[in-house]
């Protein structure tokens, strides 16, 4: 495993590698047709605007668009791995050990919470996940969309909007809009297979994928895309160096890596023409995942174990389903005066099962079952939308002016399932104690919303929109959002475009009433943590309070240059304000807190921790978007150039509640840890350089992405660790031949990994990577690829 690189000769070798290869496959002599456009403006968009063949460089607001060549092109079966090497602006690390994150693991855009980012599927609403994310992961405390859920194969392009959306479509669209737009027609199809394994000998990974269309009658078609896979278990644990006294001192007994996952999933797009002039949709997906993680080995002689069962110790498993479903269906036309017209229902649920297995209840003493059956988490959604748009001839404007509207109404309902009762018996079972029957319940609200939007060319120069949303939640109350955005092009090559908008994110219902208890190593000493609902009296007496929706203010300002046909650059700089920004607690402990968690019924838990509204945060960055298409050695040559850089700053924290030292228990609410989680826990900036050359029958394709660096803060200043820049380079190429394509790649090439963890970090050295890295800790991965299209 390298653990340096020469970072100017990642940057350079693709380029070699491009020139090589280009000179020998020259030899054949094929034709290649001339370079098309820049790929990144041309493209018409949908997401951020109301009007009809807006392009992303006429957009007023920054968008990426991704096709499915890009995507399939990143040599993974993951959405939202695929999405974070190709938006620098976009981080997906790869946790461990997160009581069931590493198999839903979320994604940060703009650095802002991973639930801070709304997205949708062919502009409709996409329900969240059940799971809350816990245990030291970046957007800890968030229940974010699984984006996993969907097939890369029922994808015909992602629009990513970089810009406070919340005036045009809702809570949640702080930090941006990730749009997902399905392929469509009966037209074509496709069948792949891949399979790949890392150089470590582990992690091997297949999967099976395909999509096609179908006719119904003469005006409506059907579009099927499903995907299934298995990807096998990564292991980069250290030795065990806990207690020199166990049987087991100086083994690797841990698991610490990628967990073991099972998925199937399948997606349909279908329309209908009743009349020239309106048809009915729909579109739905099931999928499920089946992921199977570990906890953190007990030893044989450790108090959690009992060697009647275990003589050597154990490693417990943490295994969970997740059944994600949806169904979206509409009517939509224009009248014979110009209104455009859309009625949709939206139906979404997302349930997590969690099972524990290879372990006990110590409380059950020699008989104890070694699974369990530890509850299940459900979120639903149901959305009712209306929506109507039309464009108005108005003297003295350069275009016409499109005049949007419409209402909203959403049913939210999350339960909690409690699991069987040996699984929270006393301390409940080791690793995951089940959901007990008082976490056990069923919470329900709903909001209604009204939107308007003008949109126009003011001049030739000048466009110009403004949004305004309103919105009333049954537990929260009432809030409004609005947007001004412009675009002013001085020439056909360069513009300057500018938005200004306040936001909203209302807290989950996950965030209101999830509890449960989890195992939290602290300087290497594990405790039992428990989260505690803000409406409960333990909570309460912790400091928790009612939460408030997080409210946010933007401002953007961007340069679009196209100085060629073939080039294309943006520059945007961007501010985001959020106040009431909710995080989950420090890990509350210590003999106080067990001693007064002993006292109110829950004994063996020796922490708590709950959600707030603790800190107002402040997010700065720019991003840097540039592509160039030319000819190389007689074939074409697609540039691009990627670069975010943000800061987040913490610009207030709340004070400590009092009823904390009134009640005996002298902690912080926000302590170092999680401020650093926010600030300085994911890299400030991140590089992409790509490069997809073609001749003839041939393709090559490169990455060079560089994460900057990032720092774990602990609440002893001393174990403080800054982790250093990394250069990663992923190489694939292709093969066409008649309707099949053939792949070779791989990924991290150069067999990348974080810098080690520091021994106090390291939990006595089971742990020697950190869980933050952006590009994980798995190392180099190679893969071969076979598809078939028509």
């Given at each position: 495993m390298s653990k340096r690189s020469n970072p100017i000769a990642l940057a350079w070798l693709p380029a070699a590698v491009l020139l090589a290869l280009a000179g020998n496959a020259a030899a054949q002599d094929v034709a290649q047709p001339a370079p098309a456009k820049a790929k990144s403006l041309d493209a018409v968009v949908v997401t951020?605007?109301?009007?009809?063949?807006?392009?992303?460089?006429?957009?007023?607001?920054?968008?990426?668009?991704?096709?499915?060549?890009?995507?399939?092109?990143?040599?993974?079966?993951?959405?939202?791995?695929?999405?974070?090497?190709?938006?620098?602006?976009?981080?997906?690390?790869?946790?461990?050990?997160?009581?069931?994150?590493?198999?839903?693991?979320?994604?940060?855009?703009?650095?802002?919470?991973?639930?801070?980012?709304?997205?949708?599927?062919?502009?409709?609403?996409?329900?969240?996940?059940?799971?809350?994310?816990?245990?030291?992961?970046?957007g800890r405390g968030s229940s974010p969309v699984d984006l996993n859920a969907i097939p890369i194969g029922a994808v015909k392009r992602i629009e990513v909007l970089r810009d406070g959306a919340a005036a045009q479509y809702g809570s949640d669209a702080i930090a941006g809009v990730i749009n997902i737009v399905l392929k469509d027609g009966a037209d074509g199809g496709s069948v792949a297979g891949?399979?790949?394994?890392?150089?470590?000998?582990?992690?091997?990974?297949?999967?099976?994928?395909?999509?096609?269309?179908?006719?119904?009658?003469?005006?409506?078609?059907?579009?099927?895309?499903?995907?299934?896979?298995?990807?096998?278990?990564?292991?980069?644990?250290?030795?065990?160096?806990?207690?020199?006294?166990?049987?087991?001192?100086?083994?690797?007994?841990?698991?610490?890596?990628?967990?073991?996952?099972?998925?199937?999933?399948?997606?349909?797009?279908?329309?209908?023409?009743?009349?020239?002039?309106?048809?009915?949709?729909?579109?739905?997906?099931?999928?499920?995942?089946?992921?199977?993680?570990?906890?953190?080995?007990?030893?044989?002689?450790?108090?959690?174990?009992?060697r009647a069962i275990y003589p050597d110790g154990f490693l417990p498993l943490i295994a969970t389903t997740s059944k994600d479903r949806a169904f979206v269906a509409g009517i939509r036309g224009t009248t014979a005066n110009y209104w455009h017209w859309d009625l949709s229902g939206n139906y979404g649920k997302n349930s997590l099962q969690f099972d524990v297995n290879h372990s006990l209840n110590t409380q059950l003493g020699p008989t104890s079952p070694t699974h369990f059956y530890a509850g299940r988490l459900n979120n639903t959604e149901k959305l009712l939308n209306a929506d109507f748009s039309r464009d108005f001839d108005v003297g003295g404007l350069a275009g016409p002016l499109t005049l949007a509207f419409g209402g909203e109404y959403r049913h939210e309902n999350y339960t909690i399932d409690a699991g069987d009762s040996s699984s929270y018996f006393g301390g409940g079972s080791q690793v995951f104690p089940g959901f007990r029957p008082s976490d056990a319940g069923s919470n329900s609200r709903h909001s209604y919303a009204l939107y308007g939007e003008l949109d126009a060319d003011l001049t030739q120069k000048l466009s110009g929109s403004v949004a305004l949303r309103h919105e009333k939640y049954s537990d929260f109350g009432n809030t409004t959002s609005g947007k001004l955005s412009a675009r002013y092009a001085f020439t056909d090559k360069v513009a300057l475009r500018a938005t200004a908008s306040n936001g909203?994110?209302?807290?989950?219902?996950?965030?209101?009433?999830?509890?449960?208890?989890?195992?939290?190593?602290?300087?290497?000493?594990?405790?039992?943590?428990?989260?505690f609902p803000?409406?409960?009296?333990?909570?309460?007496?912790?400091?928790?309070?009612?939460?408030?929706?997080?409210?946010?203010?933007?401002?953007?300002?961007?340069?679009?240059?196209?100085?060629?046909?073939?080039?294309?650059?943006?520059?945007?700089?961007?501010?985001?304000?959020?106040?009431?920004?909710?995080?989950?607690?420090?890990?509350?402990?210590?003999?106080?807190?067990?001693?007064?968690?002993?006292?109110?019924?829950?004994p063996g838990v020796t922490g708590g921790r709950y959600f707030t509204n603790a800190v107002d945060t402040r997010t700065r960055g720019v991003d840097i978007v540039g592509s160039w298409r030319t000819e190389l050695a007689g074939g074409g040559l697609d540039l691009t150039l990627g670069y975010n850089y943000n800061k987040t700053d913490i610009i207030n924290t709340r004070p400590n509640?009092?009823?904390?030292?009134?009640?005996?228990?002298?902690?912080?609410?926000?302590?170092?840890?999680?401020?650093?989680?926010?600030?300085v826990g994911a890299p400030r900036d991140k590089l992409t350089l790509g490069g997809n050359w073609t001749l003839g029958h041939w393709g090559l394709r490169s990455t060079v992405a560089r994460y900057g660096k990032f720092t774990v803060l602990n609440n002893n200043p001393a174990n403080d660790q800054t982790f250093g820049a990394k250069w990663v380079l992923d190489l694939a190429g292709d093969y066409r031949l008649d309707n099949w394509t053939f792949t070779l790649g791989a990924d991290n090439v150069f067999d990348e990994y974080p810098d080690k963890v520091i021994a106090a970090n390291s939990t006595s050295g089971i742990l020697p990577y950190s869980s933050s890295s952006p590009f994980g800790f798995n190392g180099a991965y190679v893969y071969g690829k076979v598809a078939y299209r028509w």
């Open positions: 951020g605007t109301r009007v009809s063949n807006r392009t992303a460089g006429e957009s007023l607001a920054p968008i990426d668009v991704l096709n499915p060549d890009d995507l399939q092109g990143t040599g993974t079966s993951e959405l939202a791995t695929a999405l974070s090497r190709l938006l620098p602006s976009l981080n997906f690390p790869r946790p461990s050990l997160t009581d069931g994150t590493d198999g839903s693991r979320p994604a940060q855009l703009r650095g802002l919470s991973p639930d801070q980012v709304l997205v949708l599927v062919n502009g409709k609403r996409r329900h969240t996940g059940a799971i809350v994310n816990l245990n030291g992961t970046q891949s399979v790949g394994q890392y150089s470590a000998g582990d992690g091997l990974q297949r999967e099976a994928s395909g999509d096609i269309g179908f006719r119904l009658g003469q005006d409506g078609w059907l579009r099927v895309a499903a995907a299934a896979g298995k990807d096998g278990y990564t292991d980069r644990a250290g030795p065990d160096l806990r207690n020199p006294a166990d049987p087991s001192y100086a083994r690797v007994n841990q698991r610490f890596g990628d967990p073991e996952v099972t998925h199937q999933g399948i997606f349909l797009n279908s329309q209908y023409d009743l009349s020239p002039n309106v048809n009915v949709y729909a579109f739905a997906n099931a999928s499920n995942r089946d992921a199977e993680s570990a906890g953190f080995y007990r030893p044989g002689l450790d108090r959690r174990n009992i909203f994110r209302a807290p989950s219902l996950a965030q209101q009433s999830y509890s449960t208890t989890s195992t939290v190593f602290i300087s290497s000493v594990p405790y039992e943590v428990r989260t803000v409406n409960s009296s333990v909570g309460r007496a912790f400091g928790a309070e009612p939460l408030k929706a997080e409210k946010s203010v933007n401002y953007s300002l961007g340069l679009v240059l196209q100085p060629t046909d073939r080039t294309a650059l943006t520059i945007d700089a961007y501010q985001i304000r959020i106040g009431n920004r909710i995080v989950l607690s420090e890990n509350l402990t210590g003999t106080a807190v067990t001693n007064y968690l002993t006292a109110h019924g829950f509640p009092a009823i904390l030292a009134q009640n005996g228990l002298n902690l912080q609410r926000m302590g170092r840890t999680e401020k650093g989680r926010i600030t």
